[in-house]
Every structure is written in structure tokens, then in C-alpha cells.
């Protein structure tokens, strides 16, 4: 069987849901629908109806990114878990292969996306804790991230809010 793990597709899902909603992204059913596409989800499942849900679930996520101490973000995984419907199970379909599924299989797209997402922070914190978790650290930026990689010492959104938090220390620096 292929673990999904901490590194699938549901972590990063979660954060681009995240970003879109609370970040000041783009949170149109369009967008929406591109963002489970990008993230391997069934995009062609997605009604524009489905909208509103997919908003709230962004809403529900990001404390647990802001979540400064591991008990608060566990108490936040954990109540959610008890809200979501869950029935684990193991699938085998394409472009997977075999692995698991959180929500019973007669669920509507944003209750699976819901326990996906929620199933893979867990693992995520299982495995790491929260050093992988936060608010990007760029002057102004409010957008989240999870860092998957190997090395764990993501502390930025993205490049840009990295490169432009370093060139603004390195201008800094010499000015002094």
C-alpha cells in the first residue's frame, strides 16, 4: 500500500484552501475548482454550490495554522475529527493507486476533501509536530504554509515573501 502521509497531496491542498479564503487569494467556484484539480482532488465533481463549503472548511483550518502551542492545534484536529464524517478505507484508482480514503465512499466531494485534508494535518503533526507548520513570516503576509520537505525549516509562504524578507535585511544591513 502507498501511505499517503504527511507529505500528500491533502497537506498541501489544505494550505492552498487556506490561503485562498482567509489569505487574500481567489475563493471563485472557478478557483476552487482549479485548486482541487491542482491538487490531484475529483475537480470534476466540484458544483459551483459546493462553494460555500469548501470557504467554511478554509475558515475551520486556519486557526490550527496560527496554532501556537501543539495542545491547541490537537484540541482544534480533534474536534473537527469528530465533525467530519469518517470511514476509513483502502481504494485503488487512478492516478493513485492503492491507498486510503478518510470519508465513506457514497460522500459528497467537500466532506472527502474534508477528511483528507483534516487526516493529512494530523499525520503531519503526528510526525512533527507544529515545526511545520505557521503564518508566514514576511513583514504583511498573512498566508499560511506547510513545510514537507526533508530539512522542515520552512518559516515563508512562499519564495518571493523569502527573497523579499532577505533583500530587505540585506538592504538593511547596509545601511547600518
Do not use: I
Not at 134 to 156: K, L, N, Q
Amino acid at each position: 500500500m502507498r501511505g499517503t502521509g504527511y507529505g500528500s497531496h491533502g497537506v498541501s491542498a489544505a494550505v492552498a484552501l487556506v490561503n485562498a479564503v482567509t489569505g487574500g487569494g481567489d475563493d471563485s467556484a472557478a478557483a476552487l475548482r482549479a485548486l482541487l484539480r491542482e491538487h490531484a482532488f475529483f475537480w470534476r465533481e466540484f458544483e459551483d454550490a459546493d462553494a460555500d463549503d469548501f470557504r467554511r472548511w478554509g475558515r475551520a483550518l486556519r486557526p490550527f495554522f496560527e496554532a501556537a502551542r501543539l495542545q491547541d492545534a490537537t484540541a482544534l484536529l480533534n474536534r473537527l475529527m469528530l465533525e467530519v464524517p469518517m470511514h476509513p478505507h483502502l481504494s485503488d484508482h487512478e492516478p493513485h493507486g492503492l491507498h486510503m480514503h478518510y470519508a465513506p465512499p457514497s460522500s459528497r466531494l467537500p466532506d472527502r476533501f474534508r477528511a483528507t485534508t483534516l487526516m493529512n494535518l494530523a499525520e503531519l503533526v503526528v510526525e512533527h509536530g507544529l515545526g511545520r507548520t505557521g503564518v508566514c513570516a514576511a513583514e504583511g503576509c498573512d498566508r499560511v504554509y506547510a513545510d514537507t520537505s526533508r530539512a522542515g525549516r520552512r518559516r515563508f509562504c512562499s519564495e518571493a515573501c523569502a527573497n523579499r524578507t532577505n533583500v530587505a535585511a540585506f538592504r538593511a544591513r547596509r545601511r547600518a
